[in-house]
């Protein structure tokens, strides 16, 4: 039973960090994008890959995991973030299903739809950490880091800037503010911390294919922070607990049949993000349509 | 934010209260595809799995009620792994039933770092013999199927130029390097092979591709509904040689669609009218319950479970606790298995061998040509 | 021989993602809502066919609950959904969401209403006819390339000949002032949901013949739509068109040197080099940043 419930924990951490970054650029910056589940699989593989040929510590994989979705959202932001919101998104989602394909065809990388097999548990200072009650330490601080990088962020001048951006981007491009350059970094950062999540979920589960890294992770990822609510701190992580705890509240109800778990969750987030849109725009932490 | 944590209390309290009643006294777990593309999968392996679950506790083969805790892999392997993880955490089982040959290799770490069995019955990619002490199969593995496929097609049809149609995945791949190995050994070639993808349904570029190679013969290599639309549109799109597949094919769509006429299919080999008790047991009652004859998967499935009476019954009779490394002992240890198809042995490396039957679908309905042994 | 068939294949394929893309391009151009929802339009319009012929009511009743289907979803999501929305605040991504929500749900709806494995509609009509030596055409590659030829003529006539046309690219060049001239914007939107969703139909009822259904499509199917809309050139419907075939064939024709796992990837490749070399499209006016 406690195992169950450390299990749940470690995996909302894991996809609370993932909200936290992505409401950084949807919430703050207003950068809209559904390739999320990209820089988290890349983390994923990456770390992986570290793990299992050069040094299963940690530190080692993280640091692995967070260059590569740098430089990865580097090249992507810098020709993306000079067209106007919609191309964003239809931008990002072409990188969503050419992540898929690249992630499915580059076996010797990802195994391909057999995946990375074996992976050895996270090395913390010489400490193997597979069981998930000690694994929830880990993942926790890694979440209580993130968001606190985060929200330093969001308080700085840097943070000011995004939010004038997000506003309105012509007035603080008329104010001298160089734009693509802020709005670049901002995905960059996101993209990076998201590969943390990344790291910390291939060393956990011990096996990452990427089913886990397809459009359908992206949209759950999106739809945690919008239930959350965007631009806020809680919201994010509310979204994602509540996400996250669905299926398991869902299977609570008897008459259900196990075969339509899955479909229900999806109707009941689905709907949720609608009649949210119509009537709270804000999300379940944020302020109410109209104030 | 304290309205956030009071919302997040509700829910963990929810899920407090949602969890499952203490189990029964033997529970066994199974990765079984039950929602998404292939759930026509999981409903054939459970009619076999139920079955042998009913017979053995009307039996009192074992001390206390057994029962089977599905959880829902959906043929892939990552939410197999969390399927399994629970299993394994959670509900606590020493033994399972798998299948898939993706969903078996991913869980396959998760069963040996935790000592739990897990047995096959479906997959039959010939990587799944090498994942360890605790992964067994009760399935004859690809590779032996097509070891029986090619002489056939080869020398009794003088069919000498195969095409491959393959999923990008690793059951695809695996029949993909047998195909390779065993053509030119029959003196046959295998022309050319086009991987498809896994979500793919449009195969009309393939089948032009295919057409140019003129290829006699064509191999199709998928599963699900995927595997009929291949075949659909291979015929749709003026491909008229000879197609050859191998056992995933035999469900009940396929087999009924009328384009698989004449096609060429492997199988493990059963006989279902054999006298012996346990088949026979099996044969009348699967047929009394579902109102159709069974085929190999029912079969491996009720195996599957069968084999778990059997240990743990043997176990409880030496007084020791079932566990996984218990099992794997008790199963080293035991000769033979009387199970639905005869009696059965086990290999060092925990496979058995079947024959391998060919057979061809006509109306409906693959019937025999003809049958390999390995021995 | 190859490439002159996997080019015809790719007409066939281009012609059914002109037919898909359209209706998305005519929304959006007219009333800039990005309508996500699009792909469940498609999804309701094949299965209420599927459901309709399959039980034995002939073509053209399939044809009418179709056509109904998709036009009072539409209609319902403009009415109750996307105005709402627009009174308070409409901005676009908001808009975006409530639209992806609706999908999502609808999508697994009819999951577990008719399954989730792949059905198709039987019909003599998907065999292929070997035309010249090597190369094969079905009927139904001919009755969707005959459609979007049709089509294209006819939604030119529509929206250059006719006042309701008119009205449309009214919309789509200025809403306010449309005002000015005495007409309601809303109502001209709601013509756009009409119209658009209706379109989806010839394209829903070939695919269930062809490739089949299953209630993931509609994700592609939006995929799709978007793609053809932004390389085509939004606000242009000959654009969309255009850019649905050359999607088509670029796809097939790709086979000629990939192998068929990339194709998908071809697409978006292409996509994403438009959006980033040239945003106004194919056929597109220039896109202020």
Partial sequence: MEAYIYNLVNLIAIYAILAVTLNFIMGYAGIYSLAHAVFFGLGAYVAAWVALHVHPSIFVTLAAAMASAAALSLLLALPALRVRGEYFVAASLGLQVLAVTVFSEWKSFTGGIGGVLAIPPADVFGVEVFKPQHFAIVSLIALIVVIGLINALVHSSFGRNLRAIRDSESAAASFGKNVPMIKTLSVVISAALAAVAGALYASYMSFINVESFTLDTSVLVMAMVIIGGTGTVAGPIVGAALLMLLPSAISWIDFLPQTEVGALQQIIYGLGMTLLMIFRPGGIVGRRAGV | ?375 | ?289
């Avoid at chain 3, 498609?42 to 012929?53: G, Q, R, T």
């Avoid at chain 3, 006719?162 to 005002?179: C, I």
């Avoid at chain 3, 000959?238 to 192998?259: F, I, K, Q, Y």
Wanted: charged letters at 15%; glycine letters at 10%; hydrophobic letters at 50%.
């Fill in chain 2, 1 to 375: 934010m304290s309205k956030a944590f009071t919302i997040m209390g509700a829910f963990a309290a929810c899920v407090c209260y949602a969890m499952p009643a203490a189990a029964a006294d033997h529970t066994i777990g199974a990765l079984f595809p039950l929602s998404g593309p292939n759930a026509v999968y999981g409903d054939v392996f459970m009619a076999g799995s139920d079955l042998a679950v009913e017979h053995i506790n009307a039996d009192h083969m074992l001390s206390g009620p057994m029962s089977i805790a599905y959880e829902d892999s959906q043929g892939l392997p990552q939410p197999a792994v969390v399927g399994m993880t629970k299993l394994v955490n959670v509900t606590g089982v020493p033994y399972t039933l798998s299948a898939f040959t993706g969903v078996s290799k991913a869980i396959s770490t998760l069963a040996m770092r935790n000592s739990v069995i897990a047995v096959n019955g479906g997959g039959v990619g010939p990587d799944l013999a090498d994942l360890g002490e605790y992964f067994w199969n009760v399935i004859p593995l690809a590779n032996l199927e097509v070891r029986a496929a090619v002489p056939y097609l080869v020398e009794s049809l003088g069919l000498k130029k195969i095409a491959l149609i393959y999923v990008d995945d690793p059951l695809g791949q695996a029949l993909k390097d047998e195909l390779e190995t065993e053509m030119p050994k029959a003196g046959g070639e295998l022309v050319d092979s086009f991987s498809v993808p896994t979500s793919a349904q449009q195969f009309s570029g393939v089948a032009a591709q295919v057409r140019a190679t003129g290829a006699d013969a064509v191999y199709v290599a998928s599963y699900g509904n995927q595997q009929l639309q291949i075949v659909k549109q291979l015929r749709d799109n003026g491909v008229d040689a000879q197609i050859a597949t191998y056992s995933g094919y035999a469900v009940p769509d396929a087999l009924a669609l009328p384009e698989s006429e004449g096609m060429i299919i492997t199988g493990q080999s059963v006989d279902f009218s054999s006298e012996d008790p346990v088949t026979k047991r099996f044969v009348d009652e699967f047929k009394a319950k579902y109102d159709r004859d069974p085929t190999a998967y029912n079969v491996n499935y009720y195996n599957a479970t069968l084999l778990y009476g059997i240990l743990a019954a043997a176990l409880e009779a030496d007084g020791t606790a079932i566990t996984g490394e218990a099992l794997l002992a008790k199963r080293r240890a035991t000769k033979s298995f009387d199970l639905v198809g005869g009696t059965v042995s086990f290999q060092d490396n925990g496979t058995l061998l079947f024959p391998i039957e060919v057979k061809q679908i006509k109306g409906g309905r693959a019937e025999a040509v003809t049958s390999v042994s390995f021995n």
């Fill in chain 3, 1 to 289: 021989m190859l490439a002159i068939q996997l080019a015809i294949t790719g007409l066939q394929t281009g012609a059914l993602y002109a037919l898909t893309a359209v209706g998305f391009s005519l929304i959006f151009g007219s009333t800039r809502i990005f309508h996500f929802a699009h792909g469940a339009t498609f999804v309701i319009a094949a299965y209420l066919f599927y459901w309709v012929y399959g039980t034995g009511w002939g073509l053209v009743p399939g044809v009418l609950a179709a056509t109904l289907g998709a036009v009072f979803f539409g209609l319902v999501l403009d009415r109750l959904v996307y105005v709402p929305i627009q009174r308070h605040e409409g901005s676009f991504f908001t808009v975006f969401v409530a639209s992806f929500g609706v999908g999502i749900a609808v999508q697994n709806v009819i999951g577990m209403i008719f399954g989730r494995g792949f059905t198709s509609v039987s019909t003599p009509l998907s065999r292929s006819a070997e035309i010249i030596p090597g190369v094969y055409v079905s009927p139904l590659a001919w009755i969707a390339m005959l459609c979007t030829a049709l089509l294209l003529g006819g939604l030119h006539f529509f929206l250059r000949r006719t006042h309701t046309g008119a009205a449309l690219r009214a919309l789509a060049d200025d809403p306010e002032l449309v005002r000015t001239f005495g007409l309601n914007p809303r109502r001209i939107a709601a013509t756009a949901f009409v119209v658009g969703s209706a379109l989806v139909v010839p394209a829903a009822i070939i695919t269930s013949a062809t490739t089949g259904l299953n209630p993931t499509i509609g994700h592609h199917v939006m995929l799709i739509s978007l793609a053809a809309t932004i390389v085509g050139g939004i606000g242009s419907i000959p654009g969309t068109m255009l850019a649905g075939l050359l999607l088509g064939l670029a796809e097939s024709l790709a086979l000629l040197v990939v192998d068929s796992q990339w194709t998908e990837a071809v697409t978006f490749a292409i996509l994403f080099a438009f959006i980033v070399i040239r945003p106004s499209g194919l056929l597109g006016r220039v896109v202020a940043h």
